[in-house]
């Protein structure tokens, strides 16, 4: 190991160079500030040095180096706030060359890799080499030496600005904003600064009740968190924007590795924003290391058993249950970088719940070796592992994700899941291992199914597509189709075009005579249990889910290959002027298909937990519609619906059976989200 020290940093512009400051900074004059990187990571960064060519930082920082083959990267920005910084150059800076106990002072030309032959300055700088000194206790094992050095270079980077974790905000809304215009509206967009860093958001045209649904992440350098300050503007094309208010968010109130929903209150305006937050360590401080978590405890899994036993299933019901996740390891990602590597990490989700492993830099094959524990509130909810490649410069790049549904998961079991693209339709490159444990309450479970869905705020909004109107058509032509069908099946019956069938339907005229209401949910029963005796002898979806991917993927190409007509064609062009029609259209085909889906797909036993409930709740309701009198469950149920609001004036109005058969996946859902075992294991993929 060795000790890097480097001072006195400045960059002197050359007069030639004028023509290149002109190409590639705002004209008249700059604020650079440099960042210099470690093996792909940011290990220091300069202070600003405002409205200035001939920039003098006078600067010292020193650093431990593992390895003097390793280059150090210097990279120049220019600042500007609620912009993206401006690249003014980079420059690497060869350790090998370097004589130790000795200061040199390196000149180092900056370059940018698109314009090569541009002469962008230099960056001068001295850099004294000297060996780490190490004491005789620091060998007695290699194990504590690295922990004795991972120790300092924390108090050494104290100063130097190596980041400890990560916030992710996700930016959500606002409600009863300032207006601004002389309509009575505004144009609000905002601004997030968290040291140097800064995000700004979209602008939200004529209204006071911006929805933004917008996500990303700062990094933490300070060791209790820092301070987020957040301002609202309303934009103003013709003069300077006018400001709306502002608010903090103070990082060190907040606890880490779990997601806060903040509604803040701003200052020096009117209203409020709602947002997510998430503070998740880096890699220095482990959330928790796989040896040690609560579910491989016997004594904390015992505890955790007794808290969602059947017999507390009434305590707490908003606590149905506790998912742990151990992200191992991922192997044969994509590649991301010129370098031929990726700096991959991953994200794990449950519903608004987001927290995100470390970095592993240079690494197609990375090893996490992290475990999340998540909160359920909804069994039917569904487990989204996503791999990005960290690009400080600019956006994550999505590497692959994977989707899997709370009912579906075995406990205990390490797995290999294959990536598969955003929309979860195809396989990407690679795949990751995960081991996941589920325990809930039934009881809860079921009893959360009959209340409405929490509501996801980070969702991407569905594209406008050819491909997918014509689908969704043909989905609901299906459902269409079958109604069309049970209505000729019943004319046959008149028509004696089969006397056993005509003949059966006349005595179930007869059986009217005798009919009772509570013959109705029994009726349903039969249905569910008909279909349990074909589920049980080994007639599942599974074909039916293989040909249904098989059209999605077809239906992908197909649509990849209009895409590419319609570029030559100026098609899209057409399409966007009746963007919001052809959004709406299929927004409501997909939302008419998917209810006929969901009540197809419940009798089918796609998911047999919601098979299950339904049969014990039809089986209560045959009981009490055949024990009491139905003018007295009508009763009952108006007196619940008139007095739900006066008893919890605060009760959001829903139906139960509509909150039911939202947890039903449609075919869709079936096919990218609830795939046998078979269709995730890589090696029939391979």
């Not at 860093?197 to 911006?210: C, E, F, G, H, V």
């Not at 103003?236 to 806060?260: I, P």
Request: with cysteine.
């Amino acid at each position: 190991h060795y000790q890097l020290d480097v001072a006195a940093l400045e960059i002197p512009w050359r007069k030639h160079s004028l023509s290149s400051l002109i190409f590639c900074f705002t004209p008249g004059t700059s604020d650079p500030y440099v960042k210099l990187k470690i093996a792909g990571k940011e290990v220091f960064r300069s202070k600003t040095i405002h409205k200035n060519l001939n920039p003098v930082w006078d600067e010292k920082v020193s650093l431990l180096v593992d390895s003097l083959s390793e280059p150090l990267y210097f990279k120049v920005f220019d600042y500007d706030f609620g912009l993206q910084d401006d690249f003014m150059g980079s420059a690497y800076l060869y350790l090998e060359s370097l004589e130790l106990k000795r200061t040199h002072d390196v000149k180092l030309e900056l370059k940018d890799a698109h314009c090569p032959d541009e002469d962008l300055g230099s960056l001068e700088l001295a850099v004294t080499l000297t060996p780490k000194e190490m004491d005789s206790k620091d060998s007695v094992s290699e194990s504590f030496l690295f922990s004795y050095h991972s120790l300092r270079l924390s108090d050494l980077h104290r100063k130097s600005q190596l980041w400890r974790g990560i916030v992710s905000i996700a930016l959500i809304e606002g409600s009863n904003l300032k207006p601004m215009d002389s309509n009575g509206l505004s144009d609000p967009y905002v601004k997030f600064r968290l040291g140097h860093q800064k995000y700004k958001s979209k602008t939200m045209s004529k209204t006071l009740n911006p929805q933004w649904r917008e996500q990303f992440d700062f990094h933490i350098y300070e060791e209790h968190g820092g301070i987020i300050d957040i301002t609202v503007w309303d934009k103003d094309a013709a003069k300077k924007d006018d400001f709306m208010g502002r608010c903090q968010v103070d990082l060190s109130t907040l606890s880490k590795e779990r997601t806060h929903k903040l509604e803040v209150p701003l200052e020096e305006g009117r209203g409020m924003l709602m947002m997510l937050v998430t503070l998740t360590a880096s890699a220095a401080v482990s959330i928790s290391d796989l040896p040690v978590n609560m579910l491989d405890d016997p004594y904390e899994r015992k505890q955790i058993l007794s808290r969602y036993s059947l017999l507390r299933s009434f305590h707490n019901i908003k606590d149905v249950g506790v998912v742990q996740v151990k992200v191992i390891r991922a192997e044969g990602l994509m590649v991301a970088d010129v370098t031929g590597k990726s700096d991959p990490f991953c994200v794990v989700e449950l519903s608004n719940d987001r927290l995100q492993t470390h970095t592993v830099y240079k690494n197609l094959n990375p090893e996490w070796n992290k475990v999340f524990t998540f909160n359920v509130k909804d069994i039917h909810s569904a487990l989204e592992v996503t791999v990005y490649d960290e690009d400080r410069d600019r956006s994550a790049d999505f590497l692959g994700k994977v989707a899997i549904p709370l009912l579906h998961i075995q406990n205990g079991e390490r797995k290999a899941y294959v990536l598969k693209s955003k929309e979860l339709t195809g396989p990407t490159k690679g795949v990751i291992f995960l081991e996941i444990d589920v325990i809930y309450n039934a009881i809860k479970a079921g009893l959360r199914t009959l209340v409405p869905m929490e509501q996801k705020y980070i969702e991407e909004e569905p594209r406008v597509s050819k491909q997918l109107l014509l689908r969704n058509f043909n989905r609901l032509k299906r459902c269409v189709i079958f109604l069309i069908n049970i209505g000729c099946f019943v004319n046959s019956c008149f028509e004696w075009e089969s006397p056993q069938r005509s003949i059966c339907a006349f005595l179930f005229v007869v059986l009217v005579w005798n009919f009772e209401l509570y013959m109705v949910p029994l009726m349903l029963l039969m249905v569910l249990a008909w279909n349990y005796i074909s589920f049980a002898a080994g007639k599942d979806t599974r074909q039916r889910d293989v040909a249904l991917e098989d059209m999605l993927r077809g239906e992908d190409e197909d649509c990849v290959r209009d895409d590419k007509d319609s570029d030559k064609k100026g098609f899209m062009d057409k399409l966007y002027a009746i963007q919001d029609v052809c959004s709406s259209v299929q927004t409501a085909l997909d939302a008419g298909a998917s209810f006929g889906e969901r009540i197809k797909n419940t009798f089918n036993w796609t998911v047999p937990f919601l098979s299950s409930l339904a049969i014990v709740v039809l089986c209560a309701a045959t009981l009490a519609v055949y024990f009491i009198p139905f003018r007295y469950i009508v009763l009952a149920w108006g007196v619940n619906k008139f007095t739900k609001k006066l008893r919890d004036p605060y009760m959001i109005d829903n139906s139960e059976l509509l909150d039911f058969l939202s947890r039903v996946p449609s075919d869709i859902q079936v096919t990218v989200v609830f795939l046998s075992p078979s269709q995730q294991d890589p090696e029939n993929l391979l």
